[in-house]
């Protein structure tokens, strides 16, 4: 992309988030990768809401400055180090209040709507921040591995995505998110909330490693026992074969679901929808860190086959066995590379 096109589309970004007071002041910041690999980046001490495009620094993923007469965002170390370490394109730094408040308070973020669980997939995972500045960056790293936005306790959001458009998108949502969450305690009095449900995982169920045959005959009989899983299969008619494979080894098991039952499973890519992602994701996935569908939209997962918009009929009962997954753990990483 034209670097003086992306010192706009930066600039936009930066004035929308500004408007729709994501951040105030001179907080926040945000950065966007070029082709050639520079990080052209917001600069120090200036609102976000009055950039022009001669604001933006241009500056190597070492910090070395390339282009700019402004000094670059106190948080230029962090945006580099993301860079370094995600395959991605974009950075959003904002401070929105009311996520803020809510991690500053220990108040669980709650989605109560399909658009906050499909587009941030789970709450955002929370790291203690000590300082104005973030020093602690390799827990932040860690923590992108499973979800695309961050929140940092008494400082603000970081979030990720292959543009900027997507990065923002996810803080809108967050934000959004935690607004629905303090109006929900406000009238928490009048009209009672319907939590969601959450599934615990019996201490008697086995740990296997990730797609291995026990881990997956395991995920058959937890789905085919679940009556939740088998009624909402019913309503819907989940007649479908539902594919997922592990892109280092391309192992592959193919569920085949008649009205909600998995009546088979084959090693085979002949599906209606086949969602390919690494190792590290499915450990997420299966050990409760990352919702499938938001995994797509965020580029953890890859649905090389079929559409997500026509996955989404069946939202329902994908839900619940999605849900029913996190009941059969699977090893983490650091004991797969043993």
Request: hydrophobic share 40%.
């Amino acid at each position: 992309m034209d670097k003086s096109f992306l010192k706009q589309e930066i600039c936009t970004i930066a004035k929308t988030a500004y408007m729709k007071g994501l951040t105030a002041g001179w907080g926040g910041n945000i950065s966007a990768r070029g082709d050639d690999g520079a990080i052209l980046i917001t600069p120090h001490k200036k609102s976000l809401g009055f950039l022009t495009p001669d604001d933006i620094i241009s500056v190597y993923g070492n910090g070395c400055l390339i282009e700019g007469d402004r000094k670059p965002s106190s948080e230029f170390r962090m945006h580099c180090a993301i860079y370094s370490s995600l395959k991605i394109n974009a950075i959003v730094h904002m401070h929105p209040p009311a996520l803020n408040t809510l991690a500053a308070r220990g108040i669980p973020l709650e989605l109560m709507t399909f658009e906050c669980r499909l587009t941030l997939g789970g709450t955002p995972p929370i790291i203690p921040q000590t300082t104005p500045i973030v020093t602690d960056i390799d827990s932040l790293i860690s923590a992108f591995q499973y979800s695309n936005i961050v929140v940092l306790k008494n400082h603000g959001t970081v979030s990720v995505g292959e543009d900027l458009e997507a990065a923002l998108g996810l803080s809108e949502v967050a934000e959004e998110a935690a607004k629905m969450t303090i109006y929900a305690h406000t009238f928490r009095n009048v009209e009672p909330i319907e939590l969601e449900e959450v599934v615990l995982q019996p201490e008697s169920i086995p740990t296997f490693p990730v797609f291995s045959r026990e881990h997956i005959a395991l995920i058959q009989s937890l789905v085919n026992a679940d009556a939740e899983a088998q009624r909402l299969g019913r309503e819907t008619d989940l007649t479908v074969r539902y594919a997922i494979k592990q892109a280092e080894d391309s192992k592959v098991y193919n569920m085949h679901f008649e009205k909600g039952r998995i009546v088979r499973i084959t090693a085979d890519e002949e599906a209606d929808f086949v969602n390919v992602g690494k190792k590290e994701a499915w450990i997420h996935v299966f050990n409760g860190r990352l919702d499938p569908f938001a995994a797509v939209s965020q580029k953890k997962l890859h649905l090389v086959k079929g559409q997500i918009s026509d996955l989404s009929r069946w939202y329902a009962p994908f839900y619940r066995i999605f849900t029913l997954w996190k009941q059969a753990p699977v090893f983490e990483m650091n004991h797969e590379l043993k």
